[in-house]
């Protein structure tokens, strides 16, 4: 079935340090692939999505390249900010499941002032 | 365009009673979701309903059911709960579910807790 691993938290970084969290996937074909954000108390914000290989998704300084190759999307980010603090869960849609969500294991970041 | 809600926000219940959740998607959405997050299993998909009608199931027992309404809100029953049924209970809609891409829209879920 498919599956999607992401790197452990959390992940501790300085105010305007560079963000990388890594996420691969397992699934045949070409899966939709997003991140989506959750903030304390609340429910999840998709924050940026990419539909086939080689797709950027990006939104508010993050970014994502769908990885085909190496069945990959990692999360970027070139300077964090306090504010960015959250979990972060990547995930995929694919139309061999109903197109329902699965998601990773979630990765909390907490960025220090 | 108001966004999900969910009703009630917190709840805590007893072993061995019901609880049904409820779920109002954005309006003119038809899909709505249900995901179960818990600090063990994270975030697992419960079933999704369109057009009144279960079009997928997640792997939970049939203790957990669902229903969708003609205005689209949605309610999910979980009968004789369980300590492990404590969870965050997420609501997600879409408007169409002819695209692995659309997006999906959570709400801020309903916090269960079972003692």
């Known amino acids: 079935g498919n599956s999607v691993t992401q790197m452990e938290g959390p992940v501790t970084l300085s105010e305007e340090a560079f963000l990388t969290i890594n996420c691969t996937y397992t699934a045949t074909g070409y899966p939709s692939l997003f991140w989506y954000v959750q903030y304390p108390g609340e429910g999840l914000q998709l924050l940026l999505k990419a539909t086939k290989a080689d797709d950027k998704g990006s939104n508010k300084g993050f970014e994502a390249t769908y990885r085909k190759e190496t069945t990959s999307f990692h999360l970027e980010k070139g300077s964090v900010q306090v504010s960015d603090s959250a979990v972060y869960f990547c995930a995929l849609s694919h139309n061999n499941a109903g197109n329902m969500l699965t998601f990773g294991g979630g990765t909390r970041l907490m960025v220090k002032p | 365009k108001a966004g999900v809600t969910q009703t009630p926000r917190y709840l805590i219940k007893t072993r061995g009673q019901q609880v049904t959740l409820s779920c109002s998607p954005i309006?003119?959405?038809?899909?709505v979701s249900w995901y179960q997050q818990t600090p063990g299993q994270g975030l697992q998909f419960l079933f999704e309903?369109?057009?009144?009608?279960?079009?997928n199931k997640g792997n939970f027992p049939g203790r957990f059911s669902g229903r969708q309404f003609s205005n689209s809100r949605s309610e999910m029953n979980v009968s004789t709960l369980e300590l492990g049924d404590s969870a965050l209970y997420l609501c997600?809609?879409?408007?169409?579910?002819?695209?692995?891409?659309?997006?999906?829209?959570f709400g801020p879920g309903t916090r269960l807790t079972v003692l």
């Open positions: 309006s003119g959405h038809r899909s």
């Open positions: 997600a809609s879409r408007l169409t579910v002819s695209g692995g891409a659309d997006e999906q829209f």
């Open positions: 309903y369109f057009s009144e009608t279960q079009r």
